[in-house]
């Protein structure tokens, strides 16, 4: 029996890390799709900032996801006090959360 128990929690353990496999995957094709790689990469500025960059400008900010969401929805964000311009993202709510995700885990 104890061979079964250590099996379960095993699987249970694997099953978030193959969900966040898809979702890194599912929030990189979206990035992708949208262009966003055009403004902005990973780890370096382009004319945007780097994902590194906006994941430490909101960590431990309870509202940094909604904002960020909001933001990309909207085309329109603060950037150093000012107010800038940004293509606003088109798909779907779903895709957005993913792509929130994966550039604030950055």
Do not use: W
Request: aromatic share 4%; net charge positive.
């Amino acid at each position: 029996m104890s061979h079964i128990k250590v099996l379960l929690a095993v699987m249970a353990a694997a099953l978030p890390f193959g969900a966040l496999a898809q979702d890194t995957a599912a929030a990189e094709a979206a990035i992708k799709k949208q262009g966003c790689l055009k403004c902005h990469s990973v780890s370096a500025d382009k004319d945007g900032p780097s994902f590194k960059k906006t994941a430490a400008k909101y960590k431990g900010k309870a509202d940094g996801a909604a904002t960020v969401q909001g933001e990309l929805k909207a085309g329109a964000m603060k950037v150093d006090g000012k107010d800038a311009k940004h293509a606003a993202f088109k798909g779907s709510d779903a895709e957005l959360k993913q792509v929130v995700n994966y550039i604030l885990s950055r």
